[in-house]
Nanobody, 119 residues
Framework: QVQLVESGGGLVQPGGSLTLSCETSESIFSVYAMGWYRQVAGNQREEVGYSSPGGYLHYADSVKGRFTISRDSAKNTVYLQMNSLKPEDTATYYC?????????????WGQGTQVTVSS
């Protein structure tokens, strides 16, 4: 059973920083693209960004320059460093693992962690 275990959510003031972590197994971490999505109740889940096993990084325009995704292969963990947080960053954040082989997708999700940006 594939597990993505998230941690690090919480309450932070506007302008503050927070780091989310997502740990998985070595077999997933080494071949899957690891990314982050977020969702506000009543809205669609939106992509925040992702990191490929080869090191390619992609970010949504709304977080470019503020959020950074990194991978630690020794810990099979992907991180989302969030700086200059805004109230509109408030959401439940989900870790995602995706492997796409010729259109056949294998995808897994973390349980979600709440991030609230408020004064």
């Amino acid at each position: 059973q594939v597990q993505l275990v998230e941690s690090g959510g919480g309450l932070v003031q506007p302008g503050g920083s927070l780091t989310l972590s997502c740990e998985t197994s070595e077999s997933i971490f080494s071949v899957y693209a690891m990314g982050w999505y977020r969702q506000v109740a009543g809205n669609q889940r939106e992509e925040v960004g992702y990191s490929s096993p080869g090191g390619y990084l992609h970010y949504a325009d709304s977080v470019k320059g503020r959020f950074t995704i990194s991978r630690d292969s020794a810990k099979n963990t992907v991180y989302l460093q969030m700086n200059s947080l805004k109230p509109e960053d408030t959401a439940t954040y989900y870790c995602n693992a995706l492997f796409d082989e010729g259109g056949h997708k294998f995808e897994f999700w973390g349980q979600g962690t709440q991030v609230t940006v408020s004064s």
